[in-house]
């Protein structure tokens, strides 16, 4: 399931700042792959809410650094 | 600061100040300007009938959203030249209270308005952004737009009526989540508890106000205004108390040292100030 969701979680990433998918990996800084600052991977928490129908509060996202993190994070919101 | 203009009984007023319309002293000045006009529109309606106001849209011209708060390096670097100008606690602090007199007769201007008040909002909506999409009548959401209050990481609340028209306009469960951790709302989310009118696709909150507008214009001026001064009950008492609270937390010690922290912070965008610590 994990990897699901980080294959998703990098898919959407990729769409939502216009990266190629196939260069970012789970343990990429999703910060220096997608080359954004916080308050764009604000905007990647918003996308990720509604693209994968999740609510995650920003406090338990807000150490995360990479795409595989961000994905346990996601996971354990899904349950 | 703001653009103005008034098409078809609409005054559109777009906030353009980069990075994200921080409420600084400019901004405030440019506000307290934009409620002068709406006033000032809404006077020559009663002379001139034909060309009523109908409603105002507040938005946002800048790429990154619709209103980031107060401008915290502003007030701090007016905190730090004035304790460095020997002004005491108690005279910087009567400093900070005139502002939060001067935005507080911005938010309830616009709270009172005659007409009905749109804000049109993406991306961030947070601290004194949040309480301005709250003064407003209907919040129109692209699905981007983000709202939080993170005063809290600074060791203070909101300042601006924020928690008042909170309170007044969602549940305790909301309420409390917002204010006690500090955590954002997405646009959809925010929609099904109530705070935002309508989510709509990136980049069409604008539009859709605008026609949200045009809907309003359609029914009587003088009934739509008694309709809405009838379902906005008054907060004064506790607006006052908000403030209040605010100026006993600015004189803490942790709050200046957490504004010099954020202030200090040279990261892109710091969307949120680091957590105050805990005393």
């Not at chain 2, 980069?18 to 002293?25: L, Q």
């Not at chain 2, 002379?47 to 011209?61: D, E, H």
């Not at chain 2, 403030?243 to 954020?262: G, I, K, S, T, Y």
Request: aromatic share 6%.
């Amino acid at each position: 399931m994990i990897q699901d969701i980080q294959t998703r979680l990098i898919a959407v990433a990729a769409k939502r700042f216009k990266r190629d998918p196939s260069a970012l990996k789970p343990s990429d800084d999703f910060y220096e792959a997608l080359d954004i600052d916080s308050m764009e991977a604000l905007s990647l928490l918003t996308t990720l809410e509604s693209e994968l129908g999740v609510e995650v509060p920003d406090y338990e996202v807000q150490d995360c650094r990479t795409f595989a993190e961000l994905a346990e994070v996601i996971a354990r919101r899904l349950g | 600061m703001i653009d103005i203009v008034v098409q078809d009984s609409v005054l559109v007023a777009t906030l353009v100040r980069e990075p994200v319309n921080e409420i600084g002293t400019p901004m405030l000045e440019a506000l307290e300007g934009l409620v002068q006009r709406i006033e000032g529109e809404i006077e020559r309606t009663a002379v001139a009938p034909s060309r009523r106001l109908a409603a105002v849209v507040i938005t946002s011209g800048v790429k990154r959203g619709f209103c980031a708060g107060a401008d915290l390096r502003e007030l701090h670097h007016q905190n730090r030249a004035a304790k460095e100008r020997g002004e005491t606690l108690e005279a910087r602090t009567a400093q900070v209270s005139t502002f939060l007199d001067r935005i507080h007769g911005v938010m309830n201007a616009l709270d009172g308005c005659q007409v009905p008040v749109i804000a049109a909002v993406h991306g961030v909506v947070f601290g004194g952004g949040f309480e301005l999409a709250l003064a407003a009548d209907l919040i129109i959401a692209d699905k981007t737009a983000r709202f939080a209050f993170p005063e809290l990481r600074l060791g203070l609340v909101p300042g601006f009526g924020g928690i008042p028209r909170l309170k007044r306009d969602l549940g305790n469960a909301v309420v409390r989540d917002l204010l006690l951790t500090g955590r954002s709302l997405g646009a959809e989310r925010a929609h099904q508890v109530g705070l935002v009118s309508q989510v709509v696709a990136e980049g069409q909150s604008l539009a859709v106000a605008l026609r949200t507008a045009q809907q309003v214009r359609r029914f009587p001026s003088y009934t739509v205004g008694l309709a809405k001064r009838f379902i906005k009950p008054d907060l004064s008492a506790e607006l006052a108390q908000e403030r209040a609270l605010f100026l006993q937390l600015w004189q803490l010690p942790p709050v200046e040292a957490a504004l010099a922290r954020f202030d200090a912070d040279t990261s892109a965008m710091p969307y949120l100030p680091a957590v105050v610590e805990a005393t």
